[in-house]
């Protein structure tokens, strides 16, 4: 018609807008992905066995209250009927140990069923060790290993390759109300420092460096 005139509209995308949508995509991806692979390797260092009975539950030095409470709540809950302690070298070990004694007594513990595994450990490796000889003096034919959870993997991979040759089954569990998560941990700087340190460690063991 006559006088009429149709307006078309330009629907196709500049260059430097399809580019920018691009680079958003991929950051995106990268983030999520990132993410994610973080979240994973924080689920695979603090994997933690489902609760069976054992002979004892295994308290490994250094956790401080958090893991003193886990272990008592194991005990509570029937996981095991004794608790070892094992003792580490170092300034100020002896106090801890006297101090995690109280702490498991106060939480309905008997003395009497709280032994030490002795010696001078200064590593996870010498813990296994002293564990190692401790069950075999003791008859356990199966331990529950309670430790911190970025600590899991090493701690499970260590007392497995000690206590296999003395005929002990060993299952690992983490304190609940730990710090370390999976979704939380590379938020922090401790977060981060712990995980680089134990990817080293266990790089190390499958080395052939188990100390350490």
Request: one cysteine or more; charged letters at 20%.
């Amino acid at each position: 018609m006559k006088g009429l005139s149709f307006k078309l509209t330009n629907t196709t995308q500049s260059p430097s807008r399809g580019c920018f949508q691009t680079i958003f995509n991929w950051t995106l991806i990268f983030f999520i992905g990132g993410f994610a692979l973080l979240v994973f390797i924080g689920l695979i260092l603090g994997v933690s066995d489902p609760i069976k009975k054992a002979d004892a539950i295994v308290l490994l030095s250094g956790g401080g209250k958090v893991r003193n409470e886990e272990a008592v709540k194991l005990y509570n809950n029937g996981a095991a009927d004794s608790i070892v302690v094992t003792q580490t070298l170092g300034a100020g070990s002896k106090a801890t140990t006297v101090e995690t004694y109280k702490q498991l007594n106060l939480g309905g513990v008997p003395m009497y069923k709280i032994q030490t595994a002795t010696g001078t450990a200064t590593s996870t490796f010498d813990e296994a060790r002293q564990v190692a000889a401790l069950a075999e003096r003791q008859g356990f034919k199966s331990i529950l290993v309670v430790t911190d959870p970025y600590h899991s993997l090493r701690a499970r991979i260590l007392f497995t390759l000690e206590l296999r040759d003395v005929g002990v089954k060993v299952k690992v569990t983490t304190a609940s109300d730990h710090w370390y998560q999976p979704l939380t941990w590379m938020f922090s700087r401790e977060g981060w420092r712990v995980t680089l340190i134990e990817i080293a460690k266990i790089g190390a063991i499958v080395l052939g460096v188990r100390g350490g």
